[in-house]
């Protein structure tokens, strides 16, 4: 079970966020084409990060498990909108680079596995988000 990230306003930028996950503390803002400081990732490249990180992750367990000969696993990955039927939906784009003597079928294995990785799931599938108010401090 995750832990939970919190993101506030830092101060220091139009659109600029601190956001803290456990001890780690990260960096978020808007491009300068939107009028951000571009001072840390997107909020759509901060979820494309975690979409190659779980897919890269998730395939160097599996590997190991299997004891495959893969040597470096990296994720490429892109957005784009896309119109269909009328209304414009996001699309990532992932190219998923496999280095070691691996045959056609580990390849296409390791593919399947990528493809079920946690965050490939949830994002896959319709996501719940709860939202609500918090009390006034």
């Known amino acids: 079970m995750s832990g939970i990230v919190v993101v506030a306003e830092n101060g220091k930028g139009r659109y600029q966020q601190e956001v803290i996950a456990g001890q780690h503390h990260l960096l978020a803002d808007e491009p300068e084409s939107v009028g951000g400081a571009d001072a840390g990732p997107a909020p ?19 590997a190991e498990r299997k004891e495959l000969p893969v040597l470096r696993i990296s994720v490429t990955l892109s957005h784009e909108k896309l119109e269909i039927d009328g209304s414009l939906r996001d699309r990532i784009n992932r190219t998923i680079t496999l280095e070691g003597d691996l045959s056609a079928e580990q390849r296409q294995r390791m593919l399947d596995i990528a493809n079920k990785c946690p965050i490939h799931r949830a994002l896959s599938q319709p996501l719940l988000i709860a939202s609500q108010l918090a009390e006034q401090p």
Do not use: E, K
């Not at 901060?46 to 990180?53: D, N, P, R, Y």
């Open 44 to 62: 759509f490249d901060l979820l494309m990060a975690a979409l190659g990180s779980c897919t890269s992750m998730t395939l160097r367990m599996y």
